[in-house]
């Protein structure tokens, strides 16, 4: 089993920045690929941005793209994700999720522990 803890969340006016990173402990974080989701208000849980074991691969959204990036440091058990030229339909809870099986995926079903979220919230 694998414990994540996501921090960095917070409010940012629209074209602003932040970063948000989560904290693994328990099993080997280098076992895991690792995603990012979000979901606000009313909707469905949305796939934001995903990275292979290694971190030599990545995923993103179509509606992050370009903007968003995700990274990992397996020596310091994290993934974070630099978010950039936020927009106000960016404002969600974000969480982080580990995925043993390694596909990177973008279905929130194929991932096997979550984190807690942290709130995004983008004014305009």
């Known amino acids: 089993q694998v414990q994540l803890v996501e921090s960095g969340g917070g409010l940012v006016q629209a074209g602003g920045s932040l970063r948000l990173s989560c904290a693994a402990s328990g099993d080997t974080f280098s076992r895991y690929a690792m995603g990012w989701f979000r979901q606000a208000p009313g909707k469905e849980r949305e796939f934001v941005a995903a990275?292979?074991?290694?971190?030599?691969?990545?995923t993103y959204g179509d509606s992050v793209k370009g903007r968003f990036t995700i990274s990992r440091d397996n020596a310091k058990n994290t993934v974070a994700l630099q978010m950039n030229s936020l927009k106000p339909e960016d404002t969600a809870v974000y969480y982080c999720?580990?995925?043993?099986?390694?596909?990177?995926?973008?279905?929130?079903?194929?991932?096997?522990?979550w984190g807690q979220g942290t709130q995004v919230t983008v004014s305009s």
């Open positions: 990275i292979s074991r290694s971190g030599g691969g990545t």
């Open positions: 999720a580990a995925d043993y099986l390694g596909l990177k995926s973008v279905v929130s079903r194929d991932y096997d522990y």
